[in-house]
């Protein structure tokens, strides 16, 4: 009995999740690109510029919240996608 309402749900949780995923990808990878474009290609140990990241070729030093929130945010993505593919395979199991 429950089953009419559940799928209307489990759609509008796949969507929104999918909205989700999607901003997450591009916002790291907008970040990533920033920070490749934007950073110095010499290390600043003045103002803690020493962590170094070779993005698309180039390396950049960032210092080390840079750093963490850039390779972090990759994970998280990771999470996000797999996070997402389980609800949706789930829901495809549970709709045969």
Excluded: D
């Excluded at 990241?53 to 963490?68: C, D, N, P, S």
């Amino acid at each position: 009995m429950n089953q009419p309402t559940a799928k209307p749900n489990r759609v509008k949780l796949l969507i929104a999740l999918g909205i989700t995923v999607v901003a997450i990808m591009i916002s790291t990878v907008y970040l990533v690109h920033y920070y490749g474009e934007t950073r110095p290609t010499v290390a600043e140990e003045q103002v803690g510029r020493t962590f170094p990241a070779k993005i698309h070729g180039r390396t950049v030093y960032l210092t080390r919240q840079e750093y963490i929130f850039a390779f972090g945010s990759h994970g998280i993505t990771v999470i996000a996608i797999g996070t997402f593919l389980g609800i949706f395979l789930r829901s495809k199991r549970a709709t045969k």
